[in-house]
């Protein structure tokens, strides 16, 4: 199985001011995100950024390191700029893995490539958990997914669906027994073809209303296949509170080795 993995980082951060570089124990937090990529089966990790201070940074600690414009609307159309400076072949297989997911689980990685390896009508793979608890189902933060008998993506969602009528008719918020909830995980595998048409295709109703990008696609057509793990990911770094959390992860583990 062979794909690559790219770690897009933008300089500009609105919650988080230069996330990239916010050090976790002693590395930037893309410098420890590509590393953990690197885990996975992936055959070239590479960091995609439109600053120097990111490409030094990867470069001072062997990272591979390509140079993208400062005008993408999102990290996927950087991928696609990625794909054309790196002339990748159609079928190539590029994972995303974001910047700010230094314990981003390496066998998620691979699982996600080798769905989209093994389905040649998906146009991108991705993942999902079960959702447990109404906390999440109900939280416009956890992006949800309906997905057919074959684990293809119908709809993605802020909203808490599938609405259990019946259970929700009182008005509180529970998660029915055998309610086929389930928790988008933001790790993608695209085919190079599809990172060269995605930039040419215009943003969608949908997408806009919900703000989610992958809606994009499914409103042009294009089959989102979801692999669905048990257990939900660590989470990446949006807050204050989700930095100090990983950097006394990464203190613990360092400590133990």
């Known amino acids: 199985m062979s794909f690559l993995v790219v770690v897009p980082a933008r300089a500009g951060s609105t919650r988080l001011l230069g996330k990239p570089l916010l050090d976790i124990a002693g590395l930037p937090m893309v410098v420890r995100t590509a590393q953990q990529a690197a885990r996975s089966s992936a055959s070239r990790v ?33 991928l696609s700029e990625v794909v054309q400076q790196l002339e990748l072949a159609d079928d190539a297989v590029v994972v995303n893995v974001q910047g700010d997911e230094p314990l981003i689980d390496p066998t998620l990685i691979d699982a996600v490539a080798a769905l989209l390896q093994q389905s040649p009508e998906a146009a991108i793979a991705t993942c999902a958990a079960p959702i447990q608890d109404a906390a999440t189902l109900f939280d416009p933060n956890a992006v949800k ?19 259990a009528r019946d259970a929700l008719a009182d008005g509180k918020q529970r998660v029915a027994p055998g309610l086929p909830a389930w928790h988008h995980i933001g790790l993608y595998a695209y085919r190079a ?3 060269q048409e995605f930039p040419q295709l215009p943003p969608g109703q949908l997408e806009r209303i919900e703000s989610l990008e992958q809606l994009r696609a499914l409103e042009q057509g294009y089959p989102i296949f979801v692999h669905p793990t048990q257990a939900l990911p660590a989470r990446g770094v949006d807050t204050e509170e989700d930095l100090a959390r990983v950097r006394a992860w990464f203190v613990q583990e360092d400590s133990q080795h």
């Open 193 to 195: 073809s599809f990172l």
């Open 145 to 163: 997914v309906v997905c057919d008998s074959r684990f293809r993506a119908m709809y993605f969602s802020r909203a808490p669906i599938p609405w």
């Open 46 to 78: 590479l960091i995609a950024t439109d600053h120097l201070d990111i490409q030094r940074a990867a470069q001072a600690h062997g990272i591979e390191c390509l140079m993208t414009r400062t005008d993408h609307a999102t990290g996927t159309d950087r």
